[in-house]
């Protein structure tokens, strides 16, 4: 009996020391968002990419739950659909905007339909090309920013436009083809 008891003990010792070593692991809290943006207002001139005569001039002004995007850009194929995204970095230096990086997703979400289900926060639905070759743009963007530098604000960062539709499948980015357009979102002042 004493035995037992004694192997009681011990083994409680040990299990409260295993407990009890190592370091605390706290779960990680999930990223907040802001929900006010501090820019009155933004501006994105987009220039052609990968050789296209694409190009446009968008406005970006903050509304309740996100970004409102409208403007023109030209030069499209005719008819078709053309992916829109707002991208990571503010950076349209290369010849074929791969600078921008990859699609805006500060929260880790699988890409997709903006109007459907988990996406990146910097996906929109496709563009839907005139009979001329434009688009009249007129986006509201959900759950981000303008301004303040919240994970979520979009100021500084680029939009993209792509040659092609995107198919809201594809991982990461949707098939959407080649960046034919890209233009750093700037505070305006």
């Given amino acids: 009996m004493r ?6 003990a011990a083994t409680s ?13 706290k779960p990680t809290p999930p990223v907040q968002q802001a929900t006010v943006s501090t820019a009155r207002m933004a501006e994105a ?11 446009g001039r ?7 739950g996100g970004v409102h995007i409208t403007g023109v850009i030209g030069g499209l194929p005719r008819g078709q659909q053309a992916a829109f995204h707002v991208h990571e970095k ?4 290369a010849m074929d905007a791969t600078s921008a990086g990859g699609h805006f997703n500060p929260t880790a979400q699988s890409h997709g ?4 289900g988990a996406h990146h926060a910097g996906d929109m639905d496709n563009l839907q090309v005139n009979s001329d070759g434009v688009v009249h743009v007129d986006v509201h ?6 301004g303040g530098g919240a994970a979520n604000d979009i100021a500084g960062r680029a939009l993209v436009v792509h040659a092609g539709a995107d198919d809201y499948r594809s991982q ?3 098939n959407a083809g080649a960046r034919v357009a890209c233009a750093v979102i700037r505070v305006v002042r």
């Fill in 172 to 174: 990461p980015a949707g």
């Fill in 3 to 8: 035995q037992n008891l004694i192997l009681m």
């Fill in 113 to 116: 339909r903006a109007s459907a």
């Fill in 13 to 25: 010792t040990l299990f409260l020391a295993a407990c009890g070593s190592g370091p605390t692991v």
């Fill in 58 to 64: 968008l406005a970006l002004v903050p509304e309740a």
């Fill in 90 to 93: 503010g950076d349209c230096s």
């Fill in 45 to 55: 001139n987009l220039a052609p990419a990968s050789a296209s005569l694409v190009s």
């Fill in 141 to 146: 963007l959900r759950g981000v920013t303008l």
